[in-house]
């Protein structure tokens, strides 16, 4: 099963049975059987004879009604700014205490850190702690009120440092990490916001080596992208 989720790549909208069974090295009866459960559990979503990553894998609900849309609207604005900066950019939605990467537009000779599905925890990441910073403090405490896995030696794990960052956050409208979920990896995120909904939609992140990558100096771009795909999402959040 997990073979199936790995082949979809950073941009790809959608897949058919013989493509999925080509890269997952599968045959195409059992990779057309997996689907169908796939399907039937909103793993996967079906239009026509193309197949999509559904819904449940995201559960981003909300305005943006399926995650493909989300997609669509965001990786023109992913890819000007993977072009502005160089560097990888991330898309990730907020799921309980984690972050789930939607998308992902690789930078020139850039190694990926994460994949399309990846899950990292929300309090040690930069999309994490940047949509964190903007949801109903219910949200906020359900994550922050439990003991926080340390993934680094940089990695927060007080509630109430985070809380100041939190603040910071909402007045910078930027989020950084360095290296506090994994080393030698430095990233800046901003929240995509929507009126009217009260959990940021996602979050968009530039990350790179922290050798190289300095977060105050692609901040800007970022949170520029990150407006950019806030206004797009609230009049016309159909994409």
Known sequence: ??????????????????????RANLPKSTVSRIAADLVEQRFLDREGDRLYLGVRLFELGQTVQQPRLLRRVALPVMAELRDVTGQTVHLAVLDGGDVVFVAVVR??????????????????????????????????TAVTGRELTRRTSKTITEASVLHREFADIRRLGVATEDEE???????????????????????????????????????PAVRAAAMALSRRLSTDPAG
């Not at 199936?4 to 941009?11: I, L, P, Q, R, T």
């Not at 850190?113 to 906020?140: D, N, W, Y």
């Not at 030698?184 to 080596?209: E, M």
């Open 181 to 219: 979920c994994t080393p030698g990896r430095a990233c800046a995120a901003s929240p995509i916001l929507s009126s009217g909904v009260l959990t940021p939609l996602a979050a968009i992140s530039v990350a790179g080596p922290a050798e190289s990558l300095v977060p105050d100096r692609v901040a």
């Open 107 to 140: 930078g020139p000779a850039s190694r990926p850190l994460v994949r399309i599905g990846s899950r990292l925890p929300a309090h040690a990441t930069a999309v994490g702690k940047a949509m964190l910073a903007f949801a109903p403090q219910s949200v906020v």
């Open 1 to 22: 099963m997990s073979a199936v989720f790995d082949a979809f790549g950073e941009e790809d909208e959608g897949l058919g049975v013989s493509e999925l069974a080509r």
